[in-house]
């Protein structure tokens, strides 16, 4: 039983600075992809960033240069680390990880908010 459990949102002050974490458990092989989306109210839920087990990674326009994707593949935890955030990234970040058979695992989900 795969389980996703993300950390570390909350409120922060425009051009300020948050890392949320993500533990991803239950899969014997590890996961191959693993990923950040978030989902603003009444808005779809998109990509943020992901990276490979290979350490590839893809981030979306809006967040290149600002935000950092990493991950230990021994803990199988990902990480993002968010500068200069703004009050646009206020919405509800969400971990996706894909498992050895690439099948896709999201985790509850946890707010940040970027006041302005």
């Known amino acids: 039983q795969v389980q996703v459990v993300e950390s570390g949102g909350g409120l922060v002050q425009a051009g300020g600075s948050l890392k949320l974490s993500c533990e991803a458990s239950?899969?014997?092989?590890?996961?191959?992809?693993m990923g950040w989306y978030r989902q603003a109210p009444g808005k779809q839920r998109d990509l943020v960033a992901h990276?490979?087990?290979?350490?590839?990674?893809n981030y979306a326009d809006s967040v290149k240069g600002r935000f950092t994707i990493s991950r230990d593949s021994d803990k199988n935890m990902v990480y993002l680390q968010m500068n200069s955030l703004k009050p646009e990234d206020t919405a509800a970040y969400y971990c996706?990880?894909?498992?050895?058979?690439?099948?896709?695992?999201w985790g509850q989900g946890t707010q940040v908010t970027v006041s302005s």
């Open positions: 996706n990880v894909l498992d050895w058979r690439n099948r896709g695992y």
């Open positions: 239950g899969s014997i092989f590890g996961f191959n992809v």
């Open positions: 990276i490979t087990i290979g350490g590839d990674t």
